[in-house]
């Protein structure tokens, strides 16, 4: 998860990267930072938070420089937040230098062990710091160089931004299965960031998508120059469509919005022959609504706000206990009673992963008076933790391991219960490559 931003060439670096992060929120809310860099030296600011309350006034102008990174960071619970914060900073033999990562490294404890070994000091949990320490000991004369040694040893999901005190270093794994996006800023310079909605905020154009396996360099001559370290083979995470991304960002070509859209539709499709007459389609919000009017759009059955959102509530989903993951959707959602009494109700969301929303919800509305509530849900079954990124729970945790489709229809208590198929998904998103799908499927592709 979490989202990174670079900005390079542009006096107001650091606001810009922190209005970047603003509109990636979405992609991480526990905490947030920036490392500017300016004559030489490179500042950083990070604390826990969002990115509105970390990057005040005083913050800004503290990291001076006409380049900078930044990060949000997801919160997954059980790790030390603080000292997880990204960027991470550290002076070594060729200087100084600042690292932004999003995505996870499949073989991130071989290496720190390896590095542990030689004589190696962790400072956090983060699989990042890997890659500091294999800059750091390279032996070679440049920067570039010992990034690529660096790379050679690092497996897994990742986009990053390396800067160094005049340049910026922005990596794409050979599989671009996080997304990252490049544009020109209107007000000069050069962008990177993990989703195009950014762009927007900032004034950006966008230019094209980092490639997969590619290396970026800002700062070598006036265009960014372009590497192609690694192979490509493109498969890119299908769950950023589903749920993670904002539905207005353009990943890889395509609008989020659009392929959930599609998601809806192909629900419907296989709805056809039911015989059941659905009063209205009612999204869970915010994640189900583009599913849902898809939906509607396909069946002509009406689309109706039956679910109501509270906007002051973060996000229910890693909560660390079961308790307060139902006290918190409880706290969010709330049913529209006069609208949805009496009726035969069809609910999407975009996925179900332990299964604590959909019981919640269904549970709510037929307190609330709603005749049927059936259940659908616009992805296949999570069945597979996700180690590229992605921060499912474990197996166990997963409903989907433990329960088949009926039990988890009895289990949510819903009157029917359907998925997309996996085939269907690659529809919505679109044929023409291959994705990862590995929470659905268990092809880890990612092999060490
Ligand atoms: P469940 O309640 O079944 O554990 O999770 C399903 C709900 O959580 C859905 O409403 C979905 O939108 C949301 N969700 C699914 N995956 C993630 C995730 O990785 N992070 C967060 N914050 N929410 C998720
Ligand atoms: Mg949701």
Redesign the pocket.
């Known amino acids: ?1 979490c989202a990174i931003v670079g900005i390079y060439g542009n006096d107001n670096a650091a606001r810009l990267a922190s209005i970047a992060l603003f509109a990636m929120q979405h992609r991480g809310q526990e905490a947030t930072g920036i490392s500017s860099s300016c004559d030489g030296k490179i500042y950083t600011k990070k604390d826990r938070g969002l990115v509105s309350e970390v990057f005040n006034e005083e913050a800004l102008s503290y990291l001076k420089g006409d380049m900078a990174i930044g990060h949000n960071r ?1 919160a997954t619970a059980g790790r030390d937040s603080v000292l997880d914060a990204q960027p991470i900073y550290a002076k070594y033999k060729l200087g100084e230098i600042s690292i932004v990562h999003n995505g996870n490294l499949i073989n991130k404890d071989e290496v720190r062990q390896d590095l542990i070994d030689k004589g190696a000091i962790f400072q956090t949990g983060m699989d990042t710091e890997n890659l500091i320490h294999l800059i750091a000991k390279n032996t070679k004369d440049h920067l570039k160089d010992r990034i690529v040694e660096a790379l050679n040893r690092t497996i897994g999901a990742y986009c990053f931004i390396v800067q160094s005190r005049s340049k910026q270093f922005v990596i794409r794994d050979r599989y671009g299965i996080r997304p990252l996006s490049l544009g020109k800023l209107k007000s000069g310079g050069y962008i990177v960031a993990s989703e195009t909605c950014a762009f927007d905020l900032v004034g950006a154009e966008f230019i094209r998508d980092v490639r997969p396996g590619e290396m970026l360099i800002l700062g070598e001559s006036d265009e960014p120059e372009s590497i192609q370290l690694f192979e490509p083979e493109f498969r890119p995470c299908a ?1 950023e469509y589903v ?2 991304a904002r539905p207005d960002s353009v990943i890889d070509g395509k609008n989020v919005y659009t392929t959930r859209e599609n998601m809806g539709k192909a629900l419907a499709k296989n709805d056809v022959n039911s015989k059941i007459k659905f009063d209205m389609v009612v999204p ?1 919000p915010d ?2 609504v583009p599913a849902a009017l898809g939906y509607s759009a396909q069946s002509g059955v009406p689309f109706k706000y039956g679910i109501i959102r509270n906007h002051y509530i973060g ?4 909560e660390p206990t079961q308790e307060m ?1 139902n006290l918190k ?1 409880k706290m969010k959602l709330s049913p529209m009673g006069s609208i949805i009494q009496g009726k035969t109700l069809l609910v999407i ?12 919800i269904v549970r709510m509305l037929k307190e609330a008076g709603a005749k049927e509530v059936h259940f659908r849900v616009a992805s296949p079954e999570i069945k597979f933790p996700c180690f590229y990124g ?4 474990t197996k166990e945790e997963l ?1 989907s391991t433990q329960m088949t489709k009926d039990e988890v229809c009895k289990y949510i208590e819903a009157d029917s219960l359907e998925y997309l198929s996996i085939d269907d998904l690659v529809g919505a998103i679109g044929e023409d490559r291959h994705y990862a799908l590995e929470s659905f499927d268990g092809d880890y592709f990612v092999k060490a």
Do not use: N
């Open positions: 998860m997801y769950f749920y993670f869970v994640s189900g996000r229910t989903f890693i993951r959707v969301d975009d996925s179900i992963v332990r299964g604590t929303t959909s019981k919640r992605i921060d499912t729970p409903i």
